[in-house]
């Protein structure tokens, strides 16, 4: 019997792209699709106009997720990602936009009450500001947290550090001590090689910055075995017996019987004698009787 349901098995992205991108007009700013996915690039001040009309006519009810992006070397380094389903479509949209430190997103908890748990976390974490969000607080990390951990910029060690004190019963906020420096980054490819020198590079030759090593007049190399502890007498002693003269080494006077046959090659056991058998019986409880 088949089963009917408004909801097809599998989403098709057939004119999706165009249809959307139609209805979005003037608000759009790029469209394409990326790894099986629709993706609308709108203008930051449009963002609730946007979803609005994806929720109301293009029926993407819900709002699964609401993540940040950090691109350092961009004007507008932020981009939040707006996740939306469609539960009669099956189909899901992402839809993004951008802004910098200091230019507030337009907030979505008119359209969405759980919003506003969502741009929490990425006001924590990135720093992106949401304006008309009456709870704009911070979520995930610590009351008088500094600085938002999922930028690119910010060290992997963080600035300060908590322990607690005996002496003060209480936890206490410290500066970050570490042997070393792990708060400088340049975000080149490990590939392309940096400008400064790290630490042993002094002693290659390089640049006029770089000594480079010190300079040989004759190298110096091996030209006989005995330069290298190699030879007969080496040999020889390698091929002697640590353990000659030991307890386990002496004779003992018993013939050595080798291995033991296969177990395969052994005759079966001879059946157990008695009233025990090897049977259900022998090992099950008897049924009304003590157990």
Do not use: C
């Amino acid at each position: 019997m088949a089963v009917l349901h408004s909801a097809p098995k599998y989403a098709s992205n057939d004119g999706l792209l165009d249809t959307l991108g139609k209805a979005l007009g003037d608000m759009l700013v790029e469209s394409r699709e990326e790894h099986g996915e629709l993706l609308f690039t709108v203008k930051r001040e449009s963002i609730e106009d946007v979803l609005r009309l994806l929720r109301d006519e293009h029926e993407y009810q819900q709002l699964m997720e609401i993540a940040g992006a950090d691109y350092p070397s961009r004007d507008e380094r932020f981009e939040v990602v707006y996740m939306l389903l469609s539960l009669t479509r099956n189909h899901r949209v992402m839809v993004k936009v951008s802004t910098d430190e200091d230019a507030p997103v337009p907030t979505v908890t008119t359209l969405w009450p759980v919003a506003g748990w969502l741009e929490r976390e990425v006001f924590d974490m990135y720093g992106v500001v949401f304006s008309g969000n009456q709870d704009l607080r911070r979520i995930l990390t610590d009351y008088g947290f500094e600085g938002h951990p999922f930028r690119k910029d910010f060290p992997l060690t963080g600035y300060v550090e908590l322990r607690y004190s005996e002496e003060e019963k209480r936890v206490v906020y410290e500066p970050v001590e570490l042997a070393q420096d792990f708060r400088q980054f340049d975000f080149l490819s490990p590939w392309e090689g940096a400008d400064y020198v790290l630490p042993g590079d002094e002693k290659a030759e390089g640049d006029a910055g770089s000594p480079g090593a010190p300079p040989v007049d004759e190298p110096k190399t091996t030209e006989k075995p005995g330069q290298t502890g190699a030879g007969e007498k080496a040999d020889e002693k390698a091929a002697e017996r640590e353990s000659a003269g030991a307890p386990a080494e002496e004779d003992s006077g018993v013939a050595d019987e080798g291995a033991p046959a296969p177990t395969e090659d052994r005759p079966d056991e001879p059946a157990r004698k008695g009233k025990s058998a090897d049977t259900a019986k022998a090992t099950e409880p008897k049924k009304g009787g003590d157990q």
